[in-house]
T-cell receptor, first 114, second 113 residues
C-alpha cells in the first residue's frame, strides 16, 4: 500500500517560470492538503481539497498560487512566475476523511528558485 | 489565535530519556500529533492522541496530555542516535472540521553518543 506520493522531489526554476508539484494521495484517501515549509520553520497550511473541490484555501497566497484535485489524476499545486521567496519544501498530505484521524504526509517537493 | 509553541532545541545523551514539550491554543482540538522529520525528508507520523485521553504509550514513546494547561509532551525512552531529528507537535482545529493541522516550529533533538 503505497504512501502519499509526491513528484518531483526536487525542482529548480528560474525566477518568472512556473512550478507544478504533483501529489497522489494514499489509496482510499479522498482528502488532500498542501503545506509549505520555509527554511528552518514549521509547516504552514496552504489548502485543503477534496475531489474536484477546494474546501479551505485560507493559507494560499492570493496571487500566483493555485491548486486542484481533479476527478482523475493527482492533485496539482501550481506556482506561476516564481520568485526567490517561493523556495521551500512543499508537502502534501492525505486522509480518508476530515475527522483528523491520522493524516499522512508525502516526502515533500523541494523547490529552489534561482 | 492559532498558535503551537515548542522549545527549539534539546540535547541528550544516548540511553537517556528525552522529553519534548508543546503548548497549544485550541481547547477544542480533537487530535494532537507528533511528527518526526529527518534532514531532507518528509514527515513521519510518530503518534497521535485523542483529546479525551491523558496518556498514550507506544513502545519507547509516551505522550502525555494536560488539557487544563493545553500542554502536550512526548517522552522517548532509551534515546538512540537514530532518534536525532526535528520533532513537530501539531493540533487539528475543530472549527469547520477541515482537517487542517497547525504545527509548532519544531524541536531539534540532538543525541550524543
Amino acid at each position: 500500500n503505497a504512501g502519499v506520493m509526491q513528484n518531483p522531489r526536487h525542482l529548480v526554476r528560474r525566477r518568472g517560470q512556473e512550478a507544478r508539484l504533483r501529489c497522489s494521495p494514499m489509496k482510499g484517501h479522498s482528502h488532500v492538503y498542501w503545506y509549505r515549509q520555509l527554511p528552518e520553520e514549521g509547516l504552514k497550511f496552504m489548502v485543503y481539497l477534496q475531489k474536484e473541490n477546494i474546501i479551505d484555501e485560507s493559507g494560499m497566497p492570493k496571487e500566483r498560487f493555485s491548486a486542484e484535485f481533479p476527478k482523475e489524476g493527482p492533485s496539482i499545486l501550481r506556482i506561476q512566475q516564481v520568485v526567490r521567496g517561493d523556495s521551500a519544501a512543499y508537502f502534501c498530505a492525505s486522509s480518508r476523511d476530515s475527522s483528523g484521524n491520522t493524516i499522512y504526509f508525502g516526502e515533500g517537493s523541494w523547490l529552489t528558485v534561482v | 489565535g492559532e498558535d503551537v509553541e515548542q522549545s527549539l532545541f534539546l540535547s541528550v545523551r544516548e540511553g537517556d530519556s528525552s522529553v519534548i514539550n508543546c503548548t497549544y491554543t485550541d481547547s477544542s482540538s480533537t487530535y494532537l500529533y507528533w511528527y518526526k522529520q529527518e534532514p531532507g525528508a518528509g514527515l513521519q507520523l510518530l503518534t497521535y492522541i485523542f483529546s479525551n485521553m491523558d496518556m498514550k504509550q507506544d513502545q519507547r514513546l509516551t505522550v502525555l496530555l494536560n488539557k487544563k494547561d493545553k500542554h502536550l509532551s512526548l517522552r522517548i525512552a532509551d534515546t538512540q542516535t537514530g532518534d536525532s531529528a526535528i520533532y513537530f507537535c501539531a493540533e487539528i482545529l475543530s472549527s469547520g472540521n477541515t482537517g487542517k493541522l497547525i504545527f509548532g516550529q519544531g524541536t531539534t533533538l540532538q543525541v550524543k553518543p
